[in-house]
């Protein structure tokens, strides 16, 4: 059974930087390609970024420049660096672990940005 656990979520200024880390459980943390994503009150969840077991990133457009995601295959972690926050980064911020016959979800973590 895989289980996701983030933490590093807070409250902080605009222009102020968050680092979220993901913590998985489970022996498949390496081969699979994991992913951070993001939902706004009242708003769909969406993508913030994604990085393949190789290391491979892709970024949502409003994050590129700003948002790094890497992970340490040996600590079954993944990170999102987040610097320059903006008021509309203001979210419930999942991780998300793409298994072979399902994908599994953390619990979130609340990252608020005030102005």
């Known amino acids: 059974q895989v289980q996701l656990v983030e933490s590093g979520g807070g409250l902080v200024q605009a222009g102020g930087s968050l680092r979220l880390s993901c913590g998985a459980s489970?022996?498949?943390?390496?081969?699979?390609?994991m992913g951070w994503y993001r939902q706004a009150p009242g708003k769909q969840r969406e993508l913030v970024a994604t990085?393949?077991?190789?290391?491979?990133?892709n970024y949502a457009d409003s994050v590129k420049g700003r948002f790094t995601i890497s992970r340490l295959n040996a600590q079954n972690t993944v990170y999102l660096q987040m610097n320059s926050l903006k008021p509309e980064d203001t979210a419930v911020y999942y991780c998300?672990?793409?298994?072979?016959?399902?994908?599994?979800w953390g619990q979130g973590t609340q990252v608020t940005v005030s102005s």
């Open positions: 998300r672990l793409d298994g072979i016959v399902q994908n599994y």
């Open positions: 489970g022996a498949i943390f390496s081969i699979s390609p």
């Open positions: 990085i393949s077991q190789g290391g491979i990133t």
